[in-house]
């Protein structure tokens, strides 16, 4: 006999994912929410004391890891979806003959912004040692503003 006449074709792989449970679908919207697998696991119902390692073996099963895609897929989806229909309204605001120029300059600023056109707002702060603010008058000391975004 001959080897080629012998030898079994490959069959096709059948995707025979394994359905989620209800606890691994809780665990896969709550690692989405919240991107820690210790704490996904317990609040999809998974034991206090076995929580990290059930969020370890979740992670590695190919079919979680494949629904968790999936949906982040279609989270990403919907939001793109959401700001393009955003960009659209502001653009029509825009562009719109009736808007006053205020209504129009302010679509514009925003959409500027959302296409990164304005730089940072930077603020300077300056430190210094307790001894130098010591010496000084209260007249002469000036209070510095600082950006909370920075924190």
């Not at 603020?123 to 008058?137: G, H, K, P, R």
Request: charged share 35%; hydrophobic share 30%; aromatic share 6%.
């Amino acid at each position: 006999m001959d080897k080629a006449t012998t030898a079994k074709e490959p069959q096709p792989v059948e995707d025979t994912e394994k359905p989620l449970t209800d606890r691994q679908e809780r665990f896969v919207v709550e690692y989405l929410g919240c991107a820690n697998g210790a704490e996904a696991a317990r609040r999809a119902g998974y034991s206090e004391h076995t929580a990290r390692e059930m969020a370890c073996e979740n992670l590695t099963k190919p079919n979680i890891k494949s629904a968790i895609d999936r949906k982040r897929s279609e989270l990403m989806g919907e939001k793109e979806d959401k700001v393009d229909w955003l960009i659209g309204k502001l653009t029509e605001e825009a562009t719109a003959e009736g808007n006053t120029d205020s209504t129009r300059v302010r679509a514009l600023e925003i959409l500027g912004k959302v296409f990164g056109a304005y730089a940072p707002e930077k603020t300077e702060i300056t430190q210094f040692d307790a001894t130098f603010l010591a010496d000084l008058e209260e007249d002469s000391v000036e209070t510095v503003s600082q950006n909370n975004e920075l924190h």
